[in-house]
């Protein structure tokens, strides 16, 4: 997948050694190889994870020759129709020196101009330097999966693949506004939000050009409502055929690969796909990993997490290599992994246990592998959550999930003062990002029926704004070791398919995920193909959240932390007497650990809050 870095400046040279180092902060995600390419007023840098055309693919690549437009690129991601591309590129006049698919964007760019972006198939983020236009383009693919950040400066701007790139530039001043904790403190992700102030992310499907005239960002890609017209049989028999194409086009690659498989519908239907697509290919069996419950020591109780059983079930049907990492509470406390956790984030996180349990196993899996298939999204797609048939929820005013789980979240009012919660106001906060995300769609203007209207906006939600939190999750923390995972339930041509499948259509047999389940019952077990959705194995021993409460509870009885001015006077009091006792009352685990996290992170990126 690779990190990208650098910067623009319209006034002086670029500074050679700021850019190696900004580059430097992406080693992570590129371990195999660095390059860095500078002209009058850009620098370009690149880290490599190789995956496609080992040798040849290295970057930042140029092209300079005459006649013709001349173009640097700094590339991050797969595009999965490259040779497709590179055919019609070859018979336009374009010569290749290489096997990437890193080449066919770019000659992909010198061919059709800014535009081209709509011809790729995949998942990216890259910037290109026009040297004739004096120009930078950055793109981001259509769903979001791969990240991309900027910041404008007064003559130019700064861009990487994570904020830290963005950081180590001397020029940007990490600062908390009141905009930024409203991001941090909400759980409605806001597309282009970045937290720290003055920097942005590149929203999915969109392209940011710099020039000397200034920044404009504008969208190449956007769901519409509209009218589904095939039958239900037509239906199951595309989304079958959309995933055989979607799974073999993105199990190309020139290093090892593998699935990750919980057991669920969605990783048990990519795990089967690909175990057929490998024999069909007489290339052996496929390699799948998976999370063992992470209480399987008898902590839990009654509804402990079943994943591990059923991945067992799916890896020997289907004929897998399979391997479990158990985890334990003790192991997701570990202070240097909860760290590492979140210097892969570079912000801090509601669900740390959830977090490091990914960053161990892609840990592991890298031993072995260096590209993952993985099941984000499928639950998005397919109408998989509670909060997607709950009509309470459904027909809510706010986020689904929002109005599902809030009690999952509450803490705020325990932990800070009402005069910081009066200023935020994070419910009108709320109710902003929910109206302009439904504007957006705009569903009842193409579909006439009031509640399939709002199943509508439900879907684009859960596209937009729901499944963007779990493409940064998953992206930080494989990344962070290395590892490349690919979503193929997040391929533009499935979810534009899908997305205007009547609900009643989705949900024809009274199930979850309807369609996805019928289209995949001849390659599953009947156990896997009828079992019922199930969160992401979570610690649920209370030695969990007990560590937890201990900590926050000295934090809350310092006065070192930069949240001290903010934390409410009858929390420190409560505290001091009853100690973490006190924070047994109206605190979710949620709030404790994003209270935690927001303290870890102010005092790592010595973050200056401006409220």
């Known amino acids: 997948m690779c990190g990208i870095a650098g910067w623009v400046d319209f006034a002086r040279p670029v500074d050679h050694d700021v850019a190696r180092a900004m580059t430097a902060t992406m080693a992570r995600r590129g371990p195999d190889a660095d390059g860095l390419w500078t002209g009058d007023h850009v620098a370009l840098g690149h880290r490599r994870l190789s995956v496609i055309d080992i040798e040849g693919g290295c970057q930042p690549m140029v092209a300079e020759e005459r006649p013709g437009a001349r173009a640097a690129l700094t590339y991050s991601g797969e595009t999965y129709n490259f040779q497709e591309l590179r055919a019609q590129l070859t018979s336009l006049g374009h010569h290749f020196t290489t096997r990437s698919d890193t080449e066919v964007v770019l000659r992909a760019y010198l061919q059709w101009g800014a535009g081209f972006a709509?011809?790729?198939?995949?998942?990216?983020?890259?910037?290109?330097?026009?040297?004739?236009?004096?120009?930078l383009l950055l793109v981001r693919d259509r769903m979001g999966v791969k990240p991309l950040y900027y910041a404008e400066t007064s003559h130019g701007v700064l861009f990487g693949s994570e904020p830290k790139a963005i950081l180590a530039h001397p020029a940007f001043e990490p600062v908390l506004d009141a905009e930024g904790l409203r991001d941090i403190l909400s759980v409605a992700k806001v597309p282009g939000n970045a937290v720290f102030r003055g920097m942005r992310e590149v929203p999915a499907g969109c392209a940011v050009r710099v020039g000397r005239a200034g920044v404009s960002e504008h969208r190449y890609w956007q769901l519409e409502a509209g009218e589904h017209t095939d039958s239900l049989d037509t239906t199951i028999r595309t989304v079958r055929d959309l995933l055989e194409h979607i799974v073999e086009q993105q199990m190309v690659s020139d290093v090892p690969l593998c699935t990750l498989l919980s057991g669920g519908l969605d990783s048990s239907s990519l795990t089967a796909l690909a175990a057929h697509a490998t024999r069909e290919k007489g290339l052996g069996r496929i390699r799948s990993c998976s999370v063992s419950d992470p209480d399987l020591d008898g902590t839990a109780g009654e509804?402990?997490?079943e994943d591990h059983v059923y991945a067992r079930l799916l890896a020997e049907h289907v004929g897998s290599d399979h391997s479990e990492l158990p985890l334990r509470a003790?192991?997701?406390?570990?202070?240097?992994?909860?760290?590492?956790?979140?210097?892969?984030y570079?912000?801090?996180?509601?669900?740390?246990?959830?977090?490091?349990?990914?960053?161990?196993?892609?840990?592991?899996?890298?031993?072995?592998?260096?590209?993952?298939?993985?099941?984000?999204?499928g639950d998005e797609v397919f109408g998989g959550y509670r909060w997607q048939r709950d009509p309470d929820a459904v027909f809510s005013t706010t986020f689904p999930w929002v109005h599902e789980g809030r009690a999952n979240y509450r803490g705020n009012e325990v932990?800070?003062?009402?005069?910081?919660?009066?200023?935020?106001d994070l419910a009108a906060y709320e109710q902003d990002c929910h109206s302009t995300a439904v504007a957006e769609i705009a569903a009842h203007r193409t579909v006439d029926d009031p509640a399939e209207a709002r199943y509508r906006e439900v879907t684009y939600l859960a596209l937009t704004r729901h499944a963007q939190v779990l493409f940064d999750r998953k992206d930080r923390m494989s990344m962070a070791c290395g590892l490349e995972v690919r979503v193929p339930f997040a391929d533009?041509?499935?979810?534009?398919?899908?997305?205007?499948?009547?609900w009643a259509m989705k949900s024809f047999d009274g199930r979850e995920k309807s369609l996805l389940r019928a289209a995949m019952r001849d390659l599953l077990p009947e156990a896997v193909a009828q079992r019922v959705k199930t969160p992401y194995p979570s610690i649920r021993a209370e030695a969990y959240n007990r560590t937890l409460r201990e900590r926050l509870a000295l934090l809350v009885r310092g006065s070192s932390s930069p949240l001290d001015p903010f934390f409410a006077?009858?929390?420190?009091?409560?505290?001091?007497?009853?100690?973490?006792?006190?924070?047994?009352?109206?605190?979710?685990?949620?709030?404790?650990?994003?209270t935690l996290q927001l303290d870890a992170w102010l005092r790592a990126y010595d973050v200056d809050i401006v409220l």
């Open 415 to 424: 932990v800070f003062t009402p005069d910081l919660l009066a200023k935020l």
């Open 118 to 135: 709509t011809r790729l198939e995949g998942i990216y983020a890259f910037a290109i330097w026009d040297m004739d236009r004096e120009e």
């Open 303 to 305: 509804g402990a997490n």
């Open 346 to 377: 570079d912000l801090p996180i509601a669900k740390g246990d959830e977090h490091a349990s990914l960053h161990l196993l892609f840990s592991i899996v890298r031993q072995h592998s260096t590209v993952a298939l993985s099941g984000e999204c």
């Open 569 to 594: 006077p009858a929390l420190k009091a409560a505290v001091r007497t009853e100690g973490p006792a006190a924070l047994e009352r109206g605190m979710s685990r949620a709030a404790l650990e994003t």
């Open 492 to 502: 533009h041509r499935l979810v534009e398919y899908t997305f205007n499948v009547p």
């Open 330 to 344: 003790p192991d997701l406390l570990d202070p240097a992994l909860r760290d590492s956790v979140l210097r892969a």
